[in-house]
Structure formats: structure tokens, C-alpha cells
């Protein structure tokens, strides 16, 4: 149902005491929209955002957008939508009007890499996926632990198959990564679910300066659940450079309580090509057959893209395989040689008299170099076995120990040495006597 800026108007204008529009730019509607919005100035140059619902699905996920946004306000750095009235609609539901937060939408294939604005993403990302799922729960918004969400998705998938429009290549590929279950570890997490650089406002200091940019709002919240946190990622590594998404995931990882997990990066990818298949049996549901054709086009051009050449770098390449985090064996302990033994090739000679193994333990990715972001804690890597001595229990040893006593020196060479002698006797004049 399109609505006129004039009857737009006239609903901001009940909803709120005192305002007065006087002028109303509504944003151009699509068939896929749920919402009808509008901006509207009144005459104490105030300005608002109305949002009307278009069906009445659409208005039970504001409802429960809203119980959410009343619970996150005082929560995030940044702001978010927060209603200040509401209108009931003739043919029901209700329409909500905001203040109207300032800000530039971004890019994300603009986003430069670097301090600045790609780390403010970054940082903000991190503090709403640190942010308690209890309070999504009270809200009354969906929450999935892991294998469920996986499950959700490969339903998804049967049902987009069944309309015989995915290449069947690409439904391969999907159905693979979605039954790897070491892809799909990770702790179920506040996310926003589509965090496109159309939700995201920017203010900056120096407006031709983006390292002046911090993170003034998110927007469209209607998709908001507590489940993957790889889903807020996947608009930005399908727009935005591998040096931006590098930037924003190290300042994610250095901002989140618990450390992202492995194959974050990876689940992002699936979910950005995944994306297609919700716009398609959304079109489909319509009955626009142009629309439908256009999405077939461009799932023929993904599978194209991906069979075309998987490049080996950190997020260009396509490959959907878990990145495995591995251990460099521990080489063999260095063994003790005598100098009656005879000389063995490989052998190494040491002052001690157990064996002595030198642990590695060096984390590497299968396939990659290890982003920054994902760098194990040096002080993991080379923590000393647990039956080492330690540097102080070492010069603890070397204090306690006394200093040698003359009379126990090295034996000269007329004198039998202490380790050779045995349970026989020596005679004064050199010879073995029998055991007794």
C-alpha cells in the first residue's frame, strides 16, 4: 500500500504533541519494502522519521523492535531508534514516529582500511555482540544456539532447491559447508542481522577526512536475534576491501569480551552468498517474475565467480572450508650419546642424563597466513611444560646448592671410578676376588 507525504504528514503530526510539519520528503517505496517512511521538519526546525507498516507482519517486528530498543538504549555507545509516539492505522497496527538521528550512511565498498572509521565499525560491532542475549530473550526475540541455527539454514536451502533456479554447483558447495559442523562453533550472540551500510550513521569531525569518523547510530532493527555473529559481517566481506574488513575485525577481536571464534570469517562469506536465496523465494512469494529472473542471473554469475579461480588470499578467496588452527609436532627429544658409544648420524650430545624434548607450539592456518585478528596470545603459544622448572625455581636450585667439596673432584686415573665398581671386591694388588 503506497501512502501520500501528505497523509505521512498527518500521521506524524497526531502521533507527537506539539509538532507541526511543515515540510515531508518520503523515501521512494519498492515492492519489497515493508515500511512506508518519511522525513518530516516541523516548525521549531526539529526533524522526524515516521515509519508505517505495511502488513501486519511487518508491524509485530516493530513491536518487538521497539520492547528491544528501550532495552539497548542505555546499553551501546551509540544510539539507536527510540520512538517518541505512536498512531493507531484505520486498517490496524500502529505507525511510530522518531526523532531523526544525523549522520552519513556508509559504503562499505568506500570504507577505508586503517584508524578511523573502518576500526569505529569495528569497536561498535563488538559492543553490541558483548551485550547480554537476556535481553533479547526478554524482548521477545528469536534466539538459536548453533546447530539449530545450522539446521535453520539447510532447511532454507531445501526449499530454495526446490524451485530449480540455484545452479546446482552452487547447491553443492552451500549444502557442504552447512553439514561441516566444525564451521559451526560458535557461542549464540546479540546481533543486529542486517547491518548494511544502509543501517550504519556516521558523523565525522572533518568531513573529507574519514579517520575523523565514529559510529553516531544503527538503524533497521527488524531483523535483530540472537544467533550467528557472523551474520552482521557478511554485507561488509561481500562490499568492502580485504584491508577494511581486516581493520574492523581486529578491532572487533581487541574489543569483544570472548575472543571471535575461528571460522567467523568464513561463515560471513556463506552467509553473503546465502543472502541471494532469501531475495529470491521473496520475489518468488510475490509472484515477480522480474525480479526472479534477475536473481537467477545473478546466482548463474556467483556460481561463475567462485568456480573462476579461489584466489589464496585472506578474504577475496571463495573457499568455504573451516580454517583449521594446527599445531607444529613436537620434534623428537634430543637423545644422550656416550663417548665409548659409537657416534650416530642425528644424535646430539647433552649434559644431561634424561632426554630432553623442546616443545613447539606455533599456530598456523591451514592454507593461510593467520590474520592478525586471530593471533593466539604469545604467552599460550610458549608456556612452558608443566614439569619444567621454572627461571626462578632454577636460580632457586643454583643458590641452595653447596659449593663442591676438593675431596670429591674427578678421580685421578689410578683410582677406580665410583660407577664402575660392582658388587665384587678389589684385592690390594689389582685382582677380583670372588663374591663372598
Known amino acids: 500500500m503506497d501512502r501520500s507525504p501528505a497523509y505521512l504528514a498527518a500521521l506524524a503530526s497526531a502521533a507527537v504533541s506539539g509538532l507541526d510539519p511543515v515540510s515531508v520528503e518520503a523515501l521512494s517505496s519498492t515492492p519489497d519494502q515493508s515500511f512506508d517512511v518519511a522525513f518530516i521538519q516541523d516548525t521549531e526546525h526539529r526533524r522526524w522519521v515516521v515509519r508505517v507498516p505495511r502488513s501486519d507482519v511487518a508491524g509485530a517486528e516493530m513491536d518487538r523492535t521497539i520492547a528491544l530498543l528501550a532495552l539497548l538504549g542505555r546499553r551501546l555507545p551509540f544510539a539507536v531508534p527510540a520512538p517518541k509516539g505512536f498512531v493507531a492505522l484505520a486498517e490496524g497496527g500502529r ?7 544525523p549522520g552519513h550512511n ?13 576500526a569505529e565499525l569495528g569497536r561498535a ?9 537476556a535481553i533479547y530473550d526478554e524482548a521477545g526475540l528469536p534466539s538459536y ?24 554447483t552452487l547447491l553443492t558447495r552451500w549444502e557442504k559447508a552447512l553439514e561441516d559442523v566444525t564451521l559451526w562453533r560458535f557461542a549464540p550472540t546479540a546481533t543486529h542481522g542486517d547491518l548494511t551500510g544502509d543501517q550504519v550513521l556516521a558523523v565525522f569531525t572533518d568531513d573529507s577526512d574519514a579517520s575523523t569518523g565514529t559510529i553516531r547510530a544503527l538503524t533497521g532493527w527488524e531483523d535483530a536475534k540472537v544467533a550467528d555473529p557472523a551474520d552482521d559481517f557478511a554485507p561488509l566481506v561481500a562490499d568492502a576491501s580485504p584491508e577494511a574488513v581486516e581493520t574492523v575485525l581486529e578491532a572487533y577481536a581487541h574489543a569483544r569480551v570472548e575472543r571471535p571464534d575461528t571460522n567467523l570469517i568464513v561463515r560471513a562469506r556463506l552467509v553473503a552468498e546465502l543472502g541471494l536465496l532469501g531475495t529470491l523465494m521473496t520475489a518468488l512469494s ?15 554469475r556467483l556460481d561463475d565467480a567462485v568456480h573462476a579461480g579461489e584466489e589464496p588470499d585472506d578474504y577475496r578467496r571463495t573457499s568455504l572450508a573451516p580454517i583449521g588452527i594446527r599445531t607444529r609436532p613436537t620434534p623428537p627429544p634430543a637423545l644422550v650419546v656416550d663417548d665409548d658409544d659409537e657416534e650416530l648420524p642425528g644424535l646430539v650430545e647433552t649434559d644431561r642424563d634424561d ?26 603459544d610458549h608456556a612452558p611444560a608443566d614439569d619444567a622448572p621454572t627461571e626462578d625455581a632454577a636460580s632457586a636450585e643454583t643458590d641452595d646448592e653447596p659449593d663442591a667439596d676438593p675431596a670429591s673432584e674427578e678421580p685421578s686415573p689410578d683410582e677406580p671410578r665410583s660407577d664402575e665398581t660392582s658388587s665384587d671386591e678389589v684385592s690390594p694388588d689389582g685382582q677380583r676376588s670372588a663374591p663372598q
Not at 539454514?153 to 526446490?162: M, V
Open 286 to 300: 510475490r509472484k515477480d517474475a522480474g525480479a526472479v529472473e534477475v536473481l537467477t542471473t545473478q546466482l548463474r
Open 145 to 168: 544456539d548453533a546447530d539449530a541455527y545450522r539446521s535453520r539454514r539447510l532447511a532454507e536451502l531445501d526449499r530454495a532447491a526446490e524451485t530449480g533456479r540455484v545452479p546446482t
Open 95 to 101: 505507525a511510530a514516529v522518531y526523532p531523526y538521528l
Open 106 to 118: 556508509l559504503d562499505f565498498a568506500e570504507l577505508p582500511a586503517g584508524p578511523g572509521l573502518a
Open 355 to 380: 632426554p630432553v624434548a623442546v616443545p613447539v607450539a606455533v599456530s598456523v592456518a591451514e592454507g593461510d597466513d593467520v590474520p592478525a585478528w586471530l593471533e593466539l596470545d604469545p604467552a599460550e
Open 125 to 133: 560491532i563488538a559492543a553490541l555482540h558483548n551485550t547480554d542475549p
